[in-house]
Nanobody, 118 residues
Framework: QVQLVESGGGLVQPGGSLRLSCAAS????????MSWYRQAPGKERELVAA????????NYADSVKGRFTISRDNFKNTVYLQMNSLKPEDTAVYYC???????????WGQGTQVTVSS
């Protein structure tokens, strides 16, 4: 059974940092590209960052380039999102996503709330 469990969200002041984690189980993590999405109130869910299965290629939304870094540890079956220089507009629920290479079925975590406010 595929499971994705996010953690690390919280309340942070503008300019601060947070590190999100997504622990994966139930599939061969090292064979699956992973991504982070976010959804702010009243807005559609959007892609924030993505990383290939071996971690060699990453991709970012323009709004987070230079501030966020996606990484993964294939020994710990975990993908991370380091968020620096946070802005109020980064406030959202952050989700990790996995798409199975054989079925192309997508799995989502339950999300973790990030609130950037003074």
């Amino acid at each position: 059974q595929v499971q994705l469990v996010e953690s690390g969200g919280g309340l942070v002041q503008p300019g601060g940092s947070l590190r999100l984690s997504c622990a994966a189980s139930g599939f061969t993590f090292s064979s699956v590209a992973m991504s982070w999405y976010r959804q702010a109130p009243g807005k559609e869910r959007e892609l924030v960052a993505a990383i290939t299965d071996a971690g060699g290629i990453t991709n970012y939304a323009d709004s987070v380039k230079g501030r966020f870094t996606i990484s993964r540890d294939n020994f710990k079956n975990t993908v991370y999102l380091q968020m620096n220089s946070l802005k109020p507009e980064d406030t959202a629920v952050y989700y990790c996503k996995a798409i199975m290479a054989d079925t192309f079925r997508a799995y989502w975590g339950q999300g973790t709330q990030v609130t950037v406010s003074s």
